[in-house]
């Protein structure tokens, strides 16, 4: 079974369109987390939710939206898309109550959104 | 602030040699630190990491990283390196006193490894 997977695997769209990545674990985790690796390989943190709280917010645009129906869940939907949004999307989860914040991240297996 | 720097954008070693991937970082207080590896097309794998206590650590695959607080660095090793292991690597860092924040990635470090 899969760990952590993310859907699409691809997604290729126009500019200004409106798109949504959806990530789910069954690994039982209290926290999750999206990624963007960009081009060069650069990781950089998008958003942190700690069941269902959103607890990491970094500097991304508006049209980024996370939302996290439950626990398993945290999808990351993308309006009105630009050229620059073009890159990987990691999801990831760890379990923070009861082991702290030096527990190790799972990720899944990437998005790779492509703005034409 | 944290921050940790990967100086090596590529390193290449013949199949057989011992194999380093540096890290060095920098935390205000102490750190939790981490080597993931990621292999084409996929996501990012945990290695291993250093918590506290012993300051050489061994991982998954035969890796190992040494802390060093004074050089804060904590460089990943491996005795004999073998082809499949050639992937980018990321060493990650956390304030442990920073409570959420996020933790903070290298740019990468690509291993390759020459049969």
């Known amino acids: 079974d899969t760990a952590v997977s993310q859907t699409p695997k691809y997604l290729v769209t126009q500019m200004g369109n409106d798109k949504s990545i959806k990530c789910e674990q069954n690994?039982?985790?209290?926290?999750m987390y999206w990624y963007k690796q960009d081009s060069k390989k650069f990781l950089k943190i998008m958003f942190s939710?700690?069941?269902?709280?959103?607890?990491i917010n970094e500097t991304v645009p508006n049209r980024f939206s996370p939302k996290s129906p439950d626990k398993a869940h945290l999808n990351l939907h993308i309006n009105s898309l630009e050229l620059g949004d073009s890159a990987v999307y990691f999801c990831?989860?760890?379990?923070?109550?009861?082991?702290?914040?030096?527990?190790?991240?799972?990720f899944g297996p990437g998005t790779r959104l492509t703005v034409l | 602030a944290q921050s940790v720097a990967q100086p090596e954008d590529q390193v290449n070693v013949a199949e057989g040699n011992p194999l380093t991937v540096k890290c060095t970082y920098s935390?205000?207080?102490?750190?939790?630190l981490f080597w993931y590896v990621q292999y084409p097309n996929r996501g990012l794998q945990f290695l291993l990491k250093?918590?506290?206590?012993?300051?050489l650590v061994k991982g998954s695959y035969g890796f190992e990283a040494e802390f060093n607080k004074s050089q804060t660095s904590f460089h990943l090793k491996k005795p004999s390196a073998l082809v499949s292991d050639s992937a980018l690597y990321f060493c990650?860092?956390?304030?442990?006193?920073?409570?959420?924040?996020?933790?903070?990635f290298g740019k990468g470090t690509r291993l390759s490894v020459i049969a």
């Open positions: 990831a989860s760890s379990q923070v109550r009861g082991q702290g914040w030096n527990n190790e991240q799972f």
């Open positions: 690994l039982g985790h209290d926290t």
């Open positions: 939710y700690n069941n269902k709280e959103l607890i």
């Open positions: 935390v205000s207080g102490n750190p939790y």
């Open positions: 250093y918590i506290t206590g012993d300051n």
């Open positions: 990650a860092v956390r304030d442990r006193n920073s409570g959420n924040t996020p933790l903070v």
